[in-house]
């Protein structure tokens, strides 16, 4: 098993920057596809970024494209999202997850291991 560890979540104001860190522990990196989601307050939690565990490809949703980056250290078996140009609508509480499937997934259901969760507010 893994066990995923979040942190960099703050207060920032719109238009700034945040990079969220992910540890991992017990398992390499590697051998996981992994994801970054996201909720907000009342609603569902959001696909928002993943990366393949073979890290030839990453995927965004689309309200993140271009202000978004998912990215892995494998050397600091660490997962991250930097994240720029921030905007309101991007409060949530993000969580870092993974699987091992052979295949990258959207759906939370489809991920076995998840980190507690890390607050991100930008004010307006």
């Known amino acids: 098993q893994v066990q995923l560890a979040e942190s960099g979540g703050g207060l920032v104001q719109a238009g700034g920057s945040l990079r969220l860190s992910c540890v991992a522990s017990?398992?390499?990196?590697?051998?996981?596809?992994m994801a970054w989601f996201r909720q907000a307050p009342g609603l569902e939690r959001d696909f928002v970024a993943a990366?393949?565990?073979?890290?030839?490809?990453?995927y965004y949703t689309t309200t993140v494209k271009g202000r978004f980056t998912i990215s892995r250290d494998k050397a600091k078996n660490t997962l991250y999202l930097q994240m720029n140009s921030l905007k309101p609508e991007d409060t949530a509480v993000y969580y870092c997850?993974?699987?091992?499937?052979?295949?990258?997934?959207?759906?939370?259901?489809?991920?076995?291991?998840w980190g507690q969760g890390t607050q991100v507010t930008v004010s307006s």
């Open positions: 990366i393949h565990w073979s890290a030839a490809t990453t």
């Open positions: 017990g398992r390499p990196l590697g051998n996981y596809n």
């Open positions: 997850a993974a699987n091992s499937n052979d295949y990258v997934d959207e759906t939370p259901s489809k991920y076995d291991y």
